[in-house]
């Protein structure tokens, strides 16, 4: 069905308002307004041909819906290739939305952000086939299991529970149906997970405390948290001898920032939109001694001292950065490999596969074992096997959010 934006008064005056506020920004922001203009118009030009085409020779016109649609997509493209303009471009199309009380907004990387019932914002995850991914992880245990080497997967949550309705009952999420068969396909093929999620969110700490509001992450506090799960879970099942209060708030210090962090969907439709994050650094109180050595790059950078000098980023947390500075990479990410040696601590060494949720943890986990080294497979070429062959540890970890079920996450044999 075609959707016919005269007779929709308030997608008329989305419409309306935004273009109003386009022309205002462009009057009072961009000098070369012409020059812009056109390369928008034809970038728009050749996006309707080409809408068009794809309906078939004497196909139907585009719907007015649709043009507006194709015209916000070409000047957001051009805008993005103007990288002066881009921040003004988004948070003029994210102050528009607000105004109009708009609970979804169209993105071109994201599809679409959605506003939840916790004024948190979101993308969603489409349904994913999980078999690539279960064949990956078959071939991964099958190679550690010749090593004598044992294998556990650990399932961390994504931003929306699964039995609470954060999202309009229209709208289709699929993260945890996606989780919960790719557990049963583990289940089945005899490997051994850990699933956070329900623990997690029966944590007593509300939404907003277990996620960012503007990013997809967990918080540092909530990664704290999980990480004494994962802990308690590796000394009862793996016969690691980690302290039982490593975890403990009271031995850590929380250091907040008020409207210190947009995240990444934040940074996709503006702090007029989506506000800003506190954001909550932790470090231990007690004493540490590290070497934290980033393999990545040639030489390889050595940093040697405590928990804030050798595991924390101090970039990442400068005030004076701007607020879109990914402030949860103080936590040491992302690298390729990476090796965190406690010097304090003589038992205990992991491998640990991760996607971006594993920072915080490998960094507090770090303190309760010997080493830790962090292998990212988007960023790392060789073998999984192969470097746990060479390195011999104790256990290797693959942590993992939903949204990492994706075949190219479980390619572990390298190029």
Same mark, same amino acid.
């Given at each position: 069905m075609k959707f016919d934006l005269e007779h929709h008064p308030r997608e008329r005056l989305t419409?309306?308002?935004? +273009?109003?506020?386009?022309?205002?920004?462009?009057?009072?922001f961009v000098s070369d307004f012409t020059t812009l203009k056109d390369e928008a118009l034809l970038r728009y030009q050749n996006a309707s041909a080409a809408a068009v085409a794809a309906g078939g020779p004497g196909g139907e016109g585009l719907t007015l819906a649709r043009r507006l649609e194709l015209a916000v997509?070409?000047?957001?493209?051009? =805008?993005? $290739? %103007?990288?002066?303009? #881009?921040?003004?471009?988004?948070?003029?199309? /994210?102050? &528009?939305q607000k105004l109009m009380a708009k609970d979804v907004v169209y993105d071109y990387n994201y599809g679409s952000i959605y506003k939840t019932s916790y004024g948190q914002i979101t993308s969603t995850v489409n349904r994913a086939e999980v078999e690539a991914d279960l064949e990956g992880i078959r071939q991964l245990k099958t190679e550690l299991d010749a090593l004598g080497l044992d294998l556990l997967y650990i399932q961390a949550p994504f931003k929306l529970p699964e039995h609470e309705q954060q999202l309009p009952p229209h709208v %289709?999420?699929?993260?945890?149906?996606?989780?919960?068969?790719?557990?049963?396909?583990? $289940?089945?093929?005899?490997?051994?997970?850990?699933?956070?999620?329900?623990?997690?969110?029966?944590?007593?700490?509300?939404?907003?405390?277990?996620?960012?509001? &503007?990013d997809h992450?967990?918080?540092?506090?909530?990664?704290?948290?999980?990480?004494?799960?994962?802990?308690?879970?590796?000394?009862?099942?793996?016969?690691?001898?980690?302290?039982?209060?490593? &975890?403990?708030? /009271? #031995?850590?210090?929380?250091?907040?920032y008020e409207d210190f962090f947009l995240g990444a969907m934040g940074r996709r439709v503006g702090k007029l939109y989506s506000g800003l994050d506190g954001f909550t650094v932790v470090t231990p109180k007690f004493e540490t001694d590290y070497t934290v050595t980033e393999k990545d790059v040639d030489p390889a950078v050595i940093l040697e001292g405590s928990f804030e000098e050798a595991v924390l980023v101090d970039h990442y947390?400068?005030?004076?950065?701007?607020?879109? &500075?990914?402030?949860?990479a103080a936590y040491h990410g992302d690298h390729a490999e990476l090796i965190l040696t406690n010097h304090?601590?003589?038992?205990? #060494?992991? +491998?640990?596969?991760?996607?971006?949720? /594993?920072?915080?943890?490998?960094?507090f +986990?770090? +303190?309760?074992?010997?080493?830790?080294?962090?292998?990212? =497979?988007?960023?790392?070429? /060789?073998? =999984?096997?192969?470097?746990?062959?060479?390195?011999?540890?104790?256990?290797?970890?693959?942590?993992?959010n939903p949204n990492s079920l994706a075949a190219s996450m479980f390619e572990f044999s390298g190029n």
């Open positions: 419409a309306a308002g935004f +273009l109003i506020l386009l022309a205002v920004f462009f009057a009072f997509d070409s000047v957001e493209q051009t =805008v993005n $290739e %103007k990288i002066r303009y #881009r921040e003004n471009f988004i948070e003029l199309h /994210g102050l &528009t %289709k999420e699929y993260a945890n149906d996606n989780a919960n068969r790719f557990l049963s396909g583990l $289940e089945a093929s005899g490997i051994n997970y850990y699933d956070l999620r329900p623990e997690f969110f029966s944590s007593g700490m509300p939404q907003n405390q277990l996620f960012y509001d &503007t992450h967990w918080t540092i506090e909530a990664a704290l948290y999980s990480t004494g799960l994962i802990a308690g879970h590796l000394n009862d099942d793996y016969g690691f001898e980690i302290d039982p209060e490593l &975890t403990d708030p /009271g #031995r850590y210090d929380f250091k907040k947390l400068d005030p004076l950065a701007p607020v879109d &500075t990914n402030r949860y304090l601590e003589e038992k205990g #060494r992991i +491998l640990m596969v991760k996607d971006s949720f /594993g920072l915080p943890v490998y960094s +986990l770090s +303190l309760g074992v010997h080493e830790i080294r962090a292998l990212d =497979v988007r960023l790392y070429k /060789g073998s =999984v096997a192969e470097y746990a062959k060479n390195y011999q540890p104790d256990l290797v970890i693959i942590l993992y």
